[in-house]
């Protein structure tokens, strides 16, 4: 499996963003989008199943940003960023069903190596 994450830029804050994941290789059952700003842990930012379960949010993402999906992508769309929405945001798959699983990252044994979003004036 491989995915390429694409999209990531410098923002004013307020402003939008959509950052796109390509995936190849086998089906995988669920995707997700996490997060690292510098000198912080990797965080959860959303997640969805393809049978449908979800989407599922990070708290400090929930009402701002949307996850979806069109065949071989899977997008994060980004609205209101603000400042400490800058990291690098890294795409994710995984073969766990149980949403339980889908908020940590040990449990997405396949990355796509990031890209960068900066939100500043």
């Known amino acids: 499996v491989q995915l390429q994450a694409s999209g990531g830029g410098l923002v004013q804050p307020g402003n939008s963003l959509v950052l796109r994941c390509a995936v190849s290789?086998?089906?995988?059952?669920?995707m997700g989008w996490f997060r690292q700003a510098p000198g912080k842990e990797r965080e959860f930012v959303a997640a969805m199943t393809m049978s449908g379960g979800g989407p599922y949010y990070g708290n400090s993402v929930n009402g701002r940003f949307t996850i979806s999906t069109d065949k071989n992508f899977f997008y994060l769309q980004m609205i209101g960023l603000k400042p400490e929405d800058t990291a690098v945001y890294y795409c994710?798959?995984?073969?766990?069903?149980?949403?339980?699983?889908?908020?940590?990252?040990?449990?997405?044994?396949?990355w796509g190596q990031g890209t960068q979003v900066t939100v500043s004036s």
């Open positions: 290789g086998r089906r995988m059952n669920a």
């Open positions: 994710a798959a995984t073969t766990e069903y149980n949403s339980v699983y889908l908020y940590d990252q040990k449990y997405y044994p396949y």
